[in-house]
């Protein structure tokens, strides 16, 4: 028998940790979406619109890569390998058929803070320019491209293991409003940085808290040595810009091919490789490009950032509160840096998240017209209207617990649970006092209200959908203090785990609530208890 079943166990054993072929070939495809939609891609419909897409791609990552890698502090060269090599990654491991990545100037200007702080501009650096490498660079471009490669495979490190651990969930925190004013306020350091190639000026790398406020005062200190013919220049390029880019928008559906039209994954390959006929055999010719054509193409791909002041409009009228913190975190990441500005953004939307929810309001007056619906005869509506139905909208923790219980107490005050009582304890009187008259008999005892009368309370606690052990000990005290008005308080729609845990929370000898599946459950269990009552007074009788 033990052979057997050490038999049995080594099979088991060996089916549980046998690697299926199907199953690799899933994890494969989970991994490498290529395999999933290059089968399938159609080559009729789809291969020359991909073409022209990819070529109009290529055409604009050649401008941008060299203007990204000018902001980056390294020679422009590298801009085109960072445009190649991005976008093949992506065309293997991407998922989105409308995304296309590249360089950006945000991660061009943190590359660059590195770089000009790690091998700054001096005057000896300028004496080693003079000697040439084998690949046709000084000593000191290929100090700053080591810097900028290395903090680029840093930055690749950390976000596979940002990855790893799942860390996207946690992009909930980063609001619209905090996005926005990031990425706005990004956009204008990138602006400022560009602001010394637009006029022509040669100006000292700045950077640093309140390093925007210095780079203008530094121009406007030093405004003689502005370049006419770059300014020039630079203001007809981004007004070309700008013009083409706004007629594509207004005849996209008119015309067939736009600047550059929908960008997909085939495109992004078919733009590589015509990247690498540019970088060795083009590139020369490109050498002679003016910066402040290339600052132009910067500033005018920034657009779509910088229009997004329009945003405070719509904050201002939706919550003031959000039109707040749009414009302090756009004012901490001008003043400081873009990670600055968002980690502020984060921490005060959070700190704002915790001081309004515990004043949110936490309880609700259900309607019972429809429960009135249901009921028939007049003992039924007599007994609804001794019921009230309350419930719970948020989470019970322990930032709302306290609110809870006041809210609780004052709505059984003020919106007569409680006179209620009082309104049936004096018909009581009324009619015992009447029934006393018809039969001849005034006593003093007459005038005694008939205190056996109820009101209930039924709390939905559908909207708890979480809670800790401050918020299930106050609503087991709410509970404790109800009956202790002469209100029978019910449960319903609770969850398991909220049962078990009003099992364990507030005194172990008192009374628990009462739980139900459904509200229409516990007010079938009041009628039937009611009825109950009666016929035992009759009995009585």
């Keep these: 028998m033990t052979g057997a079943k050490r038999k049995k166990k080594g099979m088991l054993w060996s089916k549980m940790h046998t ?20 089968p399938h891609y159609n080559l009729k419909e789809n291969l020359l619109p991909d073409t022209m897409s990819g070529i109009m791609l290529a055409v604009q990552q050649v401008t941008q890569g060299l203007a990204f890698a000018s902001l980056s502090s390294v020679h422009p060269v590298f801009g085109l390998y960072g445009s190649l090599f991005p976008a093949i990654i992506y065309a293997i491991f991407g998922m989105g058929r409308h995304v296309a990545t590249g360089t950006f100037a945000l991660t061009s200007l943190i590359s660059a803070n590195a770089v000009e702080r790690l091998v700054p501009l001096s005057s000896q650096n300028l004496s080693t320019q003079s000697n040439t490498s084998t ?17 680029s495979f840093l930055g690749g490190v950390i976000q596979v293991a940002m990855f790893a651990l799942q860390l996207g969930r946690a992009t909930f925190l980063l609001t619209e409003p905090v996005i926005s004013a990031m990425t706005t306020g990004a956009a204008t350091h990138v602006v400022t940085s560009q602001v010394k190639y637009l006029l022509g ?23 003689k040595f502005v370049r006419l013919e770059a300014l020039l220049l630079s203001l007809l390029s981004i007004v070309v810009l700008v013009l083409v880019k706004e007629l594509n928008e207004q005849f996209k559906s008119k015309i067939k091919v736009v600047l550059p039209v929908d960008l997909v994954l085939v495109a992004c390959l078919i733009s590589c490789i015509l990247v690498l006929i540019v ?8 050498y002679w490009l003016p910066m402040c054509v290339l600052a132009s193409i910067i500033v005018v791909g920034l657009k779509g950032m910088l229009i997004q002041f ?18 302090t ?21 959070l700190a704002i998240v915790i001081g309004r929810f515990p004043r949110a309001k936490t309880l609700s007056i259900k309607n019972m017209k429809e429960m009135e619906l249901k009921v028939k005869t007049e003992t039924d509506g007599e007994t609804l209207r001794q019921v009230k139905i309350i419930s719970i909208n948020n989470p019970l923790v322990f930032l709302n617990a306290k609110k809870f219980h006041t809210d609780l107490m004052n709505i059984i005050q003020k919106e007569n649970v409680s006179n209620q009582l009082l309104d049936d304890i004096s018909k009581c009187e009324q009619n015992t006092l009447l029934n006393s008259l018809s039969n001849g008999n005034c006593n003093d005892d007459v005038s005694q209200p008939c205190l056996n009368e109820k009101s209930f309370l039924i709390l939905d606690c559908s909207g708890v959908t979480f809670f800790d052990y401050s918020g299930v000990s106050m609503l087991v005290e709410a509970y404790n203090d109800c009956k202790s008005r002469s209100v029978d308080v019910s449960l319903a729609h609770c969850t398991a785990s909220l049962i078990k845990a009003m099992k364990y929370c507030g005194n172990p000898d008192s009374e628990k609530p009462v739980s139900f599946d459904s509200v229409s459950a516990a007010l079938s269990n009041i009628y039937s208890s009611k009825n109950l009552s009666k016929l035992s007074d009759h009995g009585e009788v």
Excluded at 19 to 38: G, S
Excluded at 136 to 149: H, K, M, P, T, Y
Excluded at 312 to 320: R, S
């Design 19 to 38: 690697p299926h072929c199907e199953d690799f070939k899933q994890w494969c495809r989970r991994r490498l979406p290529i395999l999933e939609w290059a």
């Design 135 to 151: 690949l046709g660079l000084s000593d000191f471009e290929l100090q700053r491209i080591g810097v900028a490669a290395a903090v």
């Design 201 to 223: 000026m040669k100006m000292p790398y700045i950077s640093g808290p309140l390093g925007f406020f210095y780079i203008y005062t530094y121009v406007f200190e030093n405004i």
């Design 279 to 286: 970088i060795y055999s083009v590139g020369p010719l490109l």
């Design 310 to 327: 329009r945003d405070l409009k719509k904050y201002w009228n939706v919550d003031k509160i959000d039109w707040g913190i749009w414009v």
């Design 329 to 349: 975190t756009y004012v901490f990441t001008i003043c400081f840096a873009a990670n600055v500005g968002l980690l502020f953004g984060v921490v005060c939307t």
